[in-house]
Nanobody, 115 residues
Framework: QVQLVESGGGLVQEGDSLRLSCVAS????????MGWFRQAPGKEREFVGA????????KYADSVKGRFTISRDNAKNTVYLHMNNLKVEDTAVYLC????????WGQGTQVTVSS
């Protein structure tokens, strides 16, 4: 299993940027793919994006494509979610995951975007 701790959330205005971080521990970091989901109140968990173990492969949800970027620093055991041009509809708890034997999840970090 992998332990994941997210940080970087907060309250911002529309059009602002944030960078979320997810630090992993417990297994060799560069051996598994990682990504982000988000969950808004009263809604289902929604895929945001993912990155391969090498960092060479990325994919994004259509709703964030062109605004969000995933990156990883294997030396720091950290994956990032760079969020630009934030919108009110991006408000959610953002959860990091790692693809190991199954899916390991962090506790999440709240992002609130005000108009």
């Amino acid at each position: 299993q992998v332990q994941l701790v997210e940080s970087g959330g907060g309250l911002v205005q529309e059009g602002d940027s944030l960078r979320l971080s997810c630090v992993a521990s417990g297994r060799t970091f560069n051996k598994y793919a990682m990504g982000w989901f988000r969950q808004a109140p009263g809604k289902e968990r929604e895929f945001v994006g993912a990155i391969s173990w090498s960092g060479g492969g990325r994919k994004y949800a259509d709703s964030v494509k062109g605004r969000f970027t995933i990156s990883r620093d294997n030396a720091k055991n950290t994956v990032y979610l760079h969020m630009n041009n934030l919108k009110v509809e991006d408000t959610a708890v953002y959860l990091c995951y790692a693809v190991t034997d199954g899916l390991d999840w962090g506790q999440g970090t709240q992002v609130t975007v005000s108009s």
